[in-house]
């Protein structure tokens, strides 16, 4: 059974900093894309930043010289390190994984962040 679950989600003011983690189990972690998506309130989900399973990463402009990802293969986790946080940064926070072989796809359930003063 895939399982994607997110943690770290949280609180946090304005300037703050939050690192979100995305343990995976049930797929060949070093073979997939991962990615981390977000969805404000009343907004579509939007792409945040991926990292290929070979390390190369992207961000949405949005969050570039804010936002770290990362991975750890043995660990079959992915990180996200979120410093200089704003409001507009606030949403759940889904964890995305994609085979680069079959393009199978899964999801986590999420982790709420919450930027406010």
């Known amino acids: 059974q895939v399982q994607l679950v997110e943690s770290g989600g949280g609180l946090v003011q304005p300037g703050g900093s939050l690192r979100l983690s995305c343990a995976a189990s049930?797929?060949?972690?070093?073979?997939?894309?991962m990615a981390w998506y977000r969805q404000a309130p009343g907004k579509e989900r939007e792409l945040v930043t991926t990292i290929t399973s070979l390390g190369g990463t992207q961000y949405a402009d949005s969050v570039k010289g804010r936002f770290t990802i990362s991975r750890d293969n043995a660990r079959r986790t992915m990180y996200v390190q979120m410093n200089s946080l704003k409001p507009e940064d606030t949403g759940v926070y889904y964890c995305n994984s994609r085979n680069i072989y079959n393009n199978m796809e899964y999801w986590g359930k999420g982790t709420l962040v919450t930027v406010s003063s």
């Open positions: 049930g797929i060949t972690f070093n073979i997939n894309t």
